[in-house]
């Protein structure tokens, strides 16, 4: 998640916007840049690769009172100076965090006009809208230029034209206010001002904010004036940085409801029923040849993987193999060119997934990476990316990277299916209009967030939990066995329900708790059946079921209810309540939760 920044004011703009950047590098970056008016009047506009030290290496010392920053995680374009904010055209400059839909065809029309790009970001076009609509008053070429865009922004503008003044907007990505003495500050986030000020106004969507170096003013998207409210904080800086959540796992669980969004912004075309991949690299002609998918994954990405097979198989009829990275290696594995290998990896780093991907290239099949570092080294190495744009994710354990996964494999199996010809478009309709919904439903999982800790305290003194599903909700179970062992440090296993007697049924007494993954669908009948066979051995059984099952209660110890939704959509939601169960269990238990031990979050070495 990109960080931005602006100044005005007495002190020296290029050190305080240097500073407030440095307290951003939490969210993730791969490059920075700022761009200044000097004393004299000019702009003077600096961006480096890497970390915001390097940028201060290139820095010359310069006399400026107004500047905007920035930290770039990028989403289009490579991690390389180029593409680095400020993005500027003729004496306009702006930093940008969100994407921009649209920017390809506003991009075809700019060129045709004439305009010059030299980037390959969404960025640039905002650049040279704003200065094409410019005819000397920098807010109505601003308001005018945001008319044309689709998707989200936070913004902070800059014109040498208007020397005593930053422009700010906002629509979906975050944005604040921090008011000083005879000094002003726009910023992503808290932290980066808190140093010089406590005092904030929080930005809403569609809101233009005048930012001077003795006034802040805040206008609606018609240029009416707005008034806002003063917020003082109290936060120290360590938990500035965690927007005042306690964990970072926590602050990232809290963060799907805009990351699964993310992840399919621009991606879904509801009117036709078709999902557009422009970085897919597959043609409709390859895309129906495909014989086999085999899937290559670690861990949680793992797990996102064996749901992705459910989806391929389900809705597009293509045999679907997932196996470990680890263990695929060694393999013989039968691949021909027919199979389309695809590997799923947040970091983009971990060394056994690498080296799968080599494996398979080996048998010059197609490799598609899933990832959410761009620039990561599997994007250099398989033969096409598509970034899951969760943000960066700070807590070792997985979260918000695991959901964004899972709508990555969503979106790509609707894809498969409307060219197989599995899926008729009202199909596709219908599950993309219920996927938009899912951050709506994740926000009431999150409303509901009291009762999951309760029954996490409940149980949080047992040695052994077990977490059981069927069919498309196993993986789910296996991740939330997976998530409660990393954090918490309790034994957990999970299991295909319909395994049970076939062995641990052995281990279920009444002190081990049993949570079933049961919202109503196709199985629906077999877990309960399932709840009643561990039920009858006296295990205490947590359900995670729809909201509207009334039937479920007369059988288990606890419900932790999820909104309705389209049976295959369902395991998304599961996941966010494992995560909290997992995240207040290990809290009860005082654990290390952000860096459980023994563990990193990217695995570099075999
Ligand atoms: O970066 P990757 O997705 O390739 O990482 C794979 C696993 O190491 C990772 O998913 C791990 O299992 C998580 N930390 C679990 O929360």
């Not at 949680?300 to 290696?329: C, M, P, Q, W």
């Amino acid at each position: 998640m990109c960080g931005i920044v602006g100044y005005i004011g007495n002190g020296e703009a290029s050190q305080i916007i240097i500073n407030s950047l440095k307290k951003l590098e939490y969210r993730g970056y791969d490059s920075a840049g700022i761009a200044l008016i000097d004393d004299n009047g000019n702009t003077a506009l600096y961006k480096e690769e890497g970390e915001i030290s390097n940028l201060e290496l290139i820095l010359p010392a310069i006399t400026s009172h107004i500047g905007i920053g920035h930290t770039r995680w990028a989403t289009h374009g490579k991690p390389i100076t180029k593409n680095a904010h400020p993005h500027s055209s003729g004496n306009i400059s702006l930093v940008h965090n969100g994407i921009i839909e649209n920017y390809m065809e506003l991009k075809e029309e700019l060129v045709l006009e004439g305009y010059e790009f030299s980037s390959d970001t969404d960025t640039e076009v905002l650049a040279h809208l704003v200065k094409k609509y410019y005819t000397g008053d920098l807010h109505t070429a601003l308001r005018t230029a945001l008319g044309y865009v689709h998707g989200s922004y936070a913004l902070a503008v800059l014109s040498k034209d208007h020397p005593d003044e930053l422009i700010a907007a906002r629509k979906d990505s975050p944005l604040i206010i921090g008011m000083g003495d005879h000094e002003n500050f726009i910023a992503s986030d808290i932290p980066a001002v808190l140093e010089y000020t406590k005092r904030v106004i929080y930005i809403d969507n569609f809101e233009l904010v005048s930012v001077k170096q003795d006034s802040i003013q805040v206008f609606d998207l018609e240029g009416n004036h707005k008034k806002k409210e003063e917020h003082i904080i109290e936060w120290d800086p360590e938990a500035a940085e965690k927007a005042g959540y306690s964990h970072f796992m926590l602050k990232e669980i809290h963060e799907q409801t805009n990351s699964i969004h993310e992840t399919m912004l621009g991606r879904l075309h509801e009117l036709e029923g078709d999902v557009i991949f422009d970085e897919l690299g597959l043609s409709r002609a390859q895309i129906s040849q495909i014989q086999r998918i085999e899937i290559i994954a670690c861990g949680t990405s793992y797990n996102a993987g064996l749901l992705g097979k459910y989806l391929f198989e389900k809705l597009a009829g293509i045999h679907t193999d997932v196996d470990s990275a680890s263990e695929f290696r060694y393999s013989s594995p039968v691949i021909t060119p027919g199979t389309l290998v695809m590997a799923i990896t947040q970091s983009g780093e971990t060394a056994d997934t690498l080296a799968a991907v080599h494996e398979a290239t080996y048998y010059e099949c197609k490799t598609l990476a899933i990832t959410n570092v761009v620039g990561s080294t599997i994007s250099r190495d398989a033969s096409s990316t598509i970034y899951t744009r969760a943000g960066p994710e700070i807590g070792v354990a997985a979260s918000k990277s695991f959901t964004s996964q899972v709508v990555v494999l969503y979106l790509l199996a609707i894809l498969f299916a409307r060219v197989r010809y599995t899926m008729d478009a009202d199909k596709a309709q219908q599950l993309q209009s219920e996927l938009r919904k899912i951050p709506g439903h994740v926000r009431q999982i999150l409303e509901n967030e009291r009762s999951i800790q309760k029954c996490a305290l409940k149980f949080a003194k047992t040695n052994d939990y077990f977490f059981i599903g069927r069919n498309i909700n196993y993986p789910i179970a296996l991740e939330g066995a997976l998530k409660l062992k990393e954090i918490s440090y309790i034994h957990a296993e999970g299991y295909a329900a319909g395994e049970l007697k076939h062995g641990p049924l052995a281990l279920i007494t009444k002190d081990v708790p049993v949570v079933a993954i049961a919202p109503q669908g196709h199985t629906y009948d077999k877990i309960l059946s399932n709840i009643k066979e561990v039920k009858a051995r006296d295990a205490s059984v947590i359900a995670i079921a729809d909201m509207d099952d009334t039937e479920i209660k007369k059988y288990v110890d606890a419900v932790l209810p999820i909104p309705k939704t389209d049976e295959i959509l369902s395991p998304i939601l599961s996941s966010v309540v494992v995560q909290l169960l997992a995240y207040y269990t290990a809290l009860e238990l005082n654990c290390s939760i952000d860096k459980p031990r023994n563990l990193a979050k990217s695995v570099t070495v075999e």
